[in-house]
């Protein structure tokens, strides 16, 4: 099994109405790369009004991020998306697995809080990309995201952490 990525991958999908269902308005991707095949570093994912967005200081590592990866998330499957625009910013990334998220970068800021229960997760085959995942995952109680410094309006916010995330080549026998 090839490892191809490990790191930390903090998400918040917010939502037109209450609960799971109705319309995504935003989601955002926070990633803090210890190691990859393509190189370390951070990077925020934001798809919004019909647009990926990817906030990085390294761009080859950020798309790879959102082609690879983000595009496949259930959560913004059956969204729109084109081409991610690429801005070139330093991320501020700051993760307590016990508390939340903080991370900001360029006109971007994105607050994850009320750190739940952790749990070991691990997908075989993930959906879309068919690459192995394991993570630590810990539910979050809501979230908040910036653009341009104005909240992004929603009536509901789904908030997770991931932390100790691998993502590796499927084993095939």
């Given amino acids: ?16 109405t209450l609960g799971d269902g109705g319309r995504t ?38 798309r790879w991020l959102a082609e690879a990866f983000v595009r496949h998330f259930p959560e913004v499957a059956g969204l729109p998306w084109p081409e991610p625009a690429v801005t070139v910013a330093p991320v501020r990334l700051e993760l307590d697995p016990a508390a939340g998220l903080r991370a900001a970068a360029g006109d971007v800021e994105l607050e994850i809080t009320g ?6 997760i691990g997908v075989p085959a993930f959906p879309g990309n068919g690459l192995r995942l394991s993570n630590v995952y810990i539910p979050c109680e809501t979230g908040r995201l910036r653009l341009g410094g104005t909240e992004v309006a929603a009536a509901s916010a789904n908030a997770f952490l991931a932390d100790a995330e691998v993502w590796s080549e499927p084993v095939t026998d």
Avoid: C, I, K, Y
């Fill in 1 to 16: 099994m090839t490892v191809l990525l490990f790191g930390a991958n903090p998400g918040l999908t917010l939502r037109d």
């Fill in 25 to 62: 308005v935003a989601f955002a991707s926070a990633w803090r790369v210890d190691w990859s095949v393509r190189g370390a570093g951070t990077a925020l994912v934001v798809w919004h009004d019909g647009r990926p967005r990817v906030l990085t200081e390294a761009p080859e590592l950020g």
């Fill in 115 to 120: 750190a739940g229960r952790p749990r070991a």
